[in-house]
């Protein structure tokens, strides 16, 4: 145990902040410009696994491991959430064959 | 016995009761038992307090009889109590409401016979006795209003009777309105009344008043109230239109409420508090005044009209106007011997006129009678006798009343005795018009009306022949000293007057004076019905047709002096204006103009925002992100 917090203290901190910036941008990106469901929700995956990284990091160098029973709270929701939207996304695919996120604007008022 | 005179209001209120519930389940014989004879029972108890407060008053007492049903509501130092006072003055109204109504519910078993309302108009003829016992028992003025308003009330049912007819619902609306007015005078009397004597009980009132300077201003307020009440509810200028248009309802509604006995409640009222009045002589004057001016004015309408009840309507108006008169001029006697006399001659002639209605099958137009005095020889020589009552030709019982009045008048201002020859002259023309165009000359109605002619039932001659009667010897129980009489009603009734004797003005005429005014009279009115047997019967003049066009004064009286069109331009339309203004501007533009505004506001504002709603998901986020950025933005630079 103390090995990896050496490992992860390995790295600077700055450099997981900086990362972690990077995969979440790419993620809200991914979220904002990809039309594909199934897109959507990698790109959701990835900013949460960006927070999850990050969190671990904070909880390393501070040596509090509250942060790190947050990522597990985190992964046990990210999975929660990923069945509900395969379930929304296959139903979608059922009733407009697409996975378009555009066929979804028919719901609006 | 004296304790149970509270039993003469309730037992018609039981026969009300009774006759309301049942309808038209019972057979009609019940109905008329149980209707006639509550009031025929109350009629009894009448007479026994009658007879009791006559033995009181013989024997020197005033003959007051108090009763204290139980306190109805105390309010600071407003105490008011359920009570009832019998005293000379109310005991014969009694026997007037009572004994007149009794006949003519009589009358009413035959004349609504074959009316599918007939218990309904059982109910309401006695609770109608109900409310004018109330109105004349009551001890305190608010007692006389629950009366007051009943009788109203009674009045709008009975007049709107036939309510399936919109001219007779509306002529009972008009009676109610115009009665409204007439009662918000008589409720803010009572308030100053209140305010001044710190008492509505006739008793505190009129002893507090009797030591009040004359002319002042409090009683002055106070007596132009109860005026106005008057003015309402005895069909004074300027409120006497309801009266003509109440002829709607059944003849002896007419003859009961609105010749007999309601419309002389502002008589009543006036006798009644007669010591405020005689305190404030403007009062006094402004009354005579208004009495007179009625009196010649509907007498003056009275002549060209050709409805056999507008005429006994106008009529009506015109002896009330004689009756204020006699207020007026101090006459308070006179004027209540005028109501009991009326009431027997005009029920008399109303129903007369029913039963000549009757027996033309609803015809009203006296332009489609005449000759039916072979026909109908009771109703003839009955109403023979009320039109030489009521025209004030001696011995009969109008001569006697009219001629107080008229005495007093004259002893007050000649001038006003001369306005009220002239409509007694009035009076007699158009009475005497009445009897020859319907019962003299030929008969002018159809071959159909002509075959079913017949003379009324016992249950419609009996009363006519018992009011007959009493026309004829109801004058002499007040004959003048100057005719060798002792004044019976007047030393009988002394009490109510007592207080205000000391200023009031006594009749102080020479007997030579007063022979020469009843010769007057008396030979004017016998030239008039000369004059009118001239003109209907020897040359057989028919009054004209309503498409006819008449001219100068005949139109004038004929259109009712335009009074009704002139409180339509004065009053009906600039409130029908100011009403549709309102719904307009007010209503329509002001209240639903903001309420639908704030409507029309939330529904632009929500098409506004929606927009935002696109339901392109992408645009969600991407405001999602800017808002998060945002506030993070926020959070990092407010630190």
């Known amino acids: 145990?103390?090995?990896?917090?050496?490992?992860?203290?390995?790295?600077?901190?700055?450099?997981?902040?900086?990362?972690?910036?990077?995969?979440?941008?790419?993620?809200?990106?991914?979220?904002?410009?990809?039309?594909?469901?199934?897109?959507?929700?990698?790109?959701?995956?990835?900013?949460?696994?960006?927070?999850?990284?990050?969190?671990?990091?904070?909880?390393?160098?501070?040596?509090?491991?509250?942060?790190?029973?947050?990522?597990?709270?985190?992964?046990?929701?990210?999975?929660?959430?990923?069945?509900?939207?395969?379930?929304?996304?296959?139903?979608?695919?059922?009733?407009?064959?697409?996975?378009?996120?555009?066929?979804?604007?028919?719901l609006r008022w | 016995m004296s304790e149970l005179i509270w039993l003469i209001p309730l037992i018609p209120f039981i026969g009300f009761v009774i006759n309301g519930l049942m309808g038209n389940r019972v057979p009609k014989a019940l109905t008329a038992i149980v209707g006639c004879g509550a009031v025929l029972a109350s009629f009894v108890l009448s007479l026994f307090v009658y007879f009791e407060i006559a033995a009181a008053r013989e024997a020197g007492a005033s003959g007051e009889i108090y009763v204290h049903l139980f306190d109805w509501f105390t309010?600071?130092?407003?105490?008011?109590?359920?009570?009832?006072?019998?005293?000379?003055?109310?005991?014969?109204?009694?026997?007037i409401i009572t004994g007149v109504g009794f006949l003519i519910h009589l009358y009413s078993c035959s004349y609504m016979a074959s009316d599918a309302g007939f218990g309904k108009f059982f109910a309401y003829l006695n609770l109608f006795i109900f409310f004018m016992t109330i109105l004349v028992l009551g001890s305190n003025y608010l007692v006389m209003f629950i009366g007051w308003e009943g009788v109203g009330l009674c009045s709008y049912l009975l007049i709107g009777f036939?309510?399936?007819?919109?001219?007779?619902?509306?002529?009972?609306?008009?009676?109610?309105?115009?009665?409204?007015?007439?009662?918000?005078?008589?409720?803010?009397?009572?308030?100053?009344?209140?305010?001044?004597?710190?008492?509505?009980?006739?008793?505190?009132?009129?002893?507090?008043?009797?030591?009040?300077?004359?002319?002042?201003?409090?009683?002055?307020?106070?007596?132009?109230?109860?005026?106005?009440?008057?003015?309402?509810?005895?069909a004074q200028i300027p409120l006497f239109t309801w009266l003509p248009d109440a002829m709607a309802g059944p003849t002896p509604v007419s003859a009961l409420i609105h010749a007999a006995t309601m419309v002389t409640a502002g008589i009543y009222m006036v006798v009644r508090s007669n010591i405020l009045f005689t305190l404030s002589p403007v009062t006094m004057e402004i009354m005579a005044v208004v009495g007179l001016a009625t009196a010649l004015l509907a007498a003056f309408i009275a002549i060209t009209q050709t409805d056999i009840k507008k005429v006994l309507a106008y009529s009506t108006v015109s002896q009330l106007g004689y009756m204020f008169l006699g207020l007026g001029v101090g006459a308070f006697t006179g004027a209540f011997f005028h109501v009991l006399t009326h009431a027997f001659f005009k029920a008399?002639?109303?129903?007369?006129?029913?039963?000549?209605?009757?027996?033309?099958?609803?015809?009203?137009?006296?332009?489609?009678?005449?000759?039916?005095?072979?026909?109908?020889?009771?109703?003839?020589?009955?109403?023979?006798?009320?039109t030489i009552a009521i025209s004030g030709i001696p011995p009969f019982a109008g001569f006697f009343s009219k001629d107080e009045?008229?005495?007093?008048?004259?002893?007050?201002?000649?001038?006003?005795?001369?306005?009220?020859?002239?409509?007694?002259?009035?009076?007699?023309?158009?009475?005497?018009?009445?009897?020859?165009?319907?019962?003299?000359?030929?008969?002018?109605?159809?071959?159909?009306?002509?075959?079913?002619?017949?003379?009324?039932?016992?249950?419609?001659?009996?009363?006519?022949?018992?009011?007959?009667?009493?026309?004829?010897?109801?004058?002499?129980?007040?004959?003048?000293?100057?005719?060798?009489?002792?004044?019976?009603?007047?030393?009988?009734?002394?009490?109510?007057?007592?207080?205000?004797?000391?200023?009031?003005?006594?009749?102080?005429?020479?007997?030579?004076?007063?022979?020469?005014?009843m010769g007057v009279s008396a030979g004017g009115a016998l030239i008039m019905a000369v004059v009118a047997y001239n003109r209907y019967v020897r040359k057989e003049t028919l009054p004209t047709a309503d498409t006819q066009a008449s001219k100068g004064l005949h139109k004038l009286s004929f259109r009712k002096l335009y009074v009704d069109e002139f409180y339509d331009a004065l009053v009906v339309q600039p409130l029908n204006r100011l009403s549709v203004g309102f719904y307009k501007y007010v209503d329509r533009s002001g209240i639903d103009g903001f309420v639908n505004g704030v409507g029309n506001f939330f529904v632009g504002a929500g098409k506004g925002v929606r927009q935002w709603q696109s339901g392109h998901v992408g645009f969600y986020i991407m405001m999602m992100v800017i808002s998060v950025i945002a506030i993070l933005l926020y959070a990092v630079f407010s630190i």
Request: proline fraction near 3%; charge should be neutral.
């Open chain 2, 348 to 386: 008399l002639l109303f129903l007369g006129a029913g039963s000549v209605i009757h027996a033309m099958h609803d015809e009203q137009d006296m332009r489609q009678m005449g000759g039916l005095r072979k026909a109908l020889p009771v109703t003839f020589i009955t109403m023979f006798i009320g």
């Open chain 2, 162 to 234: 036939w309510f399936k007819n919109a001219s007779y619902a509306s002529a009972a609306k008009k009676a109610f309105v115009m009665n409204r007015i007439g009662d918000l005078g008589f409720l803010i009397a009572m308030f100053f009344i209140l305010e001044t004597f710190g008492s509505l009980e006739y008793g505190t009132v009129f002893a507090a008043a009797a030591s009040m300077p004359v002319g002042s201003s409090m009683l002055l307020i106070i007596t132009l109230l109860l005026f106005v009440a008057a003015t309402g509810k005895s």
């Open chain 2, 75 to 95: 309010v600071g130092k407003l105490h008011v109590a359920l009570s009832f006072l019998a005293d000379p003055l109310s005991a014969i109204m009694l026997l």
């Open chain 1, 1 to 106: 145990m103390e090995n990896i917090v050496t490992q992860i203290q390995g790295v600077p901190l700055n450099h997981y902040i900086i990362f972690c910036s990077i995969i979440f941008a790419i993620g809200v990106t991914g979220v904002l410009i990809r039309r594909n469901v199934i897109i959507i929700m990698m790109s959701i995956e990835l900013m949460l696994n960006a927070v999850n990284l990050l969190l671990a990091a904070f909880s390393a160098y501070r040596g509090d491991p509250t942060g790190q029973v947050f990522v597990f709270f985190i992964m046990a929701l990210a999975a929660a959430e990923v069945a509900v939207g395969l379930a929304i996304i296959i139903m979608v695919y059922r009733n407009t064959k697409s996975v378009d996120i555009e066929s979804l604007s028919k």
């Open chain 2, 405 to 517: 009045i008229l005495a007093h008048a004259f002893q007050h201002q000649p001038v006003l005795w001369a306005i009220g020859f002239l409509t007694a002259l009035c009076t007699a023309f158009y009475m005497f018009r009445l009897l020859y165009l319907t019962f003299f000359g030929k008969f002018r109605g159809t071959e159909e009306q002509k075959k079913h002619l017949h003379e009324s039932p016992w249950q419609m001659t009996v009363p006519l022949v018992v009011l007959a009667v009493l026309s004829v010897i109801g004058g002499f129980i007040n004959i003048p000293e100057a005719l060798g009489g002792h004044h019976s009603l007047a030393a009988f009734l002394a009490p109510i007057f007592e207080a205000g004797s000391a200023h009031a003005e006594t009749l102080s005429l020479s007997h030579s004076t007063e022979y020469l005014l």
